[in-house]
């Protein structure tokens, strides 16, 4: 099992563009299109309790897990 951080899904959710998430926490837009591509893998616990704020959800909400199978299809083009 792996986990993706499902930000993508969180921030389309709350209407929201990637420059508004970024300038809602302080980070670039280029950060949010990272984590939302899977380039990032990890969050820091700063970021994640940004973003759940910005987002209104929970922490948990952030993460998914996912079969290992679905994560190698994700990054085949």
């Known amino acids: ?3 993706r951080i499902r930000l993508k899904e969180l921030r389309s959710a709350a209407g929201m563009s990637q420059n508004d998430l970024a300038r809602a926490i302080g ?3 280029q950060y949010v299109q990272k984590i939302e591509q ?3 893998k ?3 616990l700063d970021t994640a309790d940004k973003l759940k704020k910005v987002l209104g959800c929970k922490a948990g ?3 998914e897990d996912i079969a290992d199978t ?3 299809q994700e990054v085949e083009p």
Do not use: E, H, N, R
């Open 38 to 40: 899977g380039k990032i």
């Open 1 to 3: 099992m792996a986990v």
């Open 27 to 29: 980070m670039s837009p």
């Open 61 to 63: 909400d952030l993460l």
């Open 70 to 72: 679905d994560l190698l």
């Open 42 to 44: 990890s969050l820091g």
